[in-house]
DNA sequence: GGAATTATGTCAGTACTATTGACGTAATTT
DNA sequence: AAATTACGTCAATAGTACTGACATAATTCC
């Protein structure tokens, strides 16, 4: 149990590096920039006995009031029952509430109140903050080119559901063209 | 259970903005270019029945070849339990080998097999891709830059774990394409 | 040499987030 | 009237994580 079975291969000695050109520094960099980037809201939730569903579902309601819950799946891109729990939760805690919705009385419109509200900008927060400090202390001139990496790595089908969003992502890189 | 309780908070009806001073913008995109970035390889670990903490391990153990278990669950920051599972899998697949630690007996030193190394590298080539188009796309001149910010989002504290890596992330400027 | 500490492994129990599949109900569309 | 849609819910399962406790072997401290 403390060695290598017989049948195992040998151990490489070697770190992998470059090889085929493939950047292992910003894959690396950016899996600890996102860990830190959710641990900061994490430290809230924890005290309301939330999780990270919890604060994925109160952003985008928070983004988008009025939204249903078939287009929040969507976003989301998680499976109903995945979100049955948290949205339940979040509506019982008076986060969150639902309207019948105007032209279509089976869907159910999601939007915060105002303690929903206020948990959102809550989490946002810290969030915010650790952006505009990386920003700073990269010495990046232009925030613009940093949205327009990111968004470089969505998926192009998807950042449609970017576009949706409340806009005034300031100069943004269309300008509604 | 169709509308609000009579005890529910009144819904606001406009989207959170960039009030307080908020960031909104990136915190989305980094939340979708994280989620898209990670489905590239969730698509090929399924076929292994792995997850994602499996990717990170034979990732970290490929990266830095002959880590310990105790270096490993500080890099990753998750307890013992959390990767008992998932080392003792990648061993019994013979993706990775322990070998005892040559000076301290106690210590099970991480080495990658031919097998875990191919397994690692074909994990990162789609991020890799996804990570070039990206810098391409959004028309970046120098990828130092990105590098730079997504450094800055991550502890102060918590650089020094990337710092140890198979270096070139410092000495990076080279343009060697 | 003996005691304390360290590195690792393991067991038991739990929680959260997610999955698929199935079924029911109300409302809308065809 | 029939089919479809939007939503809610139930059951069963999986992956990843947690805390706490305990065992073993090896090292270090006194």
């Known amino acids: 149990m403390t060695d290598r079975s017989p049948a195992a291969g040998k151990p490489i000695r070697t770190a992998i ?19 830190d980037f959710t641990s900061d809201p994490d430290q809230i939730l924890a005290d309301y006995g939330f999780g990270r569903a919890h604060h994925r579902v109160l952003h985008f309601v ?30 019982d805690t ?3 509430v639902q309207v019948q919705g105007p032209r279509d009385r089976r869907q159910r419109e999601l939007y ?6 206020a948990l959102a900008l809550a989490l946002a927060r810290p969030q915010s903050r650790r952006i505009r400090a990386a920003l ?13 990496f990111l968004e470089a790595m969505v ?13 005034q992502t300031s100069g943004k890189k269309n300008g509604d063209h």
């Not at 590096?17 to 860990?35: K, N, P, S, V």
């Not at 998926?155 to 806009?167: G, H, K, V």
Request: proline share 5%; aromatic share 6%; glycine share 4%.
């Open 136 to 148: 700073e202390d990269s010495g990046t001139t232009e925030r613009a080119s940093i949205e327009r």
């Open 17 to 35: 590096t470059d090889e085929d050109g493939i950047d292992f520094a910003i894959i690396e960099l950016f899996f600890f920039a996102y860990r």
């Open 94 to 96: 008076d986060h969150i």
């Open 62 to 91: 928070n983004r988008r009031p009025g939204l249903t819950v078939a287009e929040l799946l969507d976003v989301l891109k998680i499976t109903k029952q995945s979100l049955a729990r948290v949205l339940k939760q979040l509506i």
């Open 155 to 167: 998926n192009p089908e998807l950042r449609a559901q970017i576009d949706i969003m409340p806009a």
């Open 112 to 117: 915060p109140t105002a303690k929903g509200r």
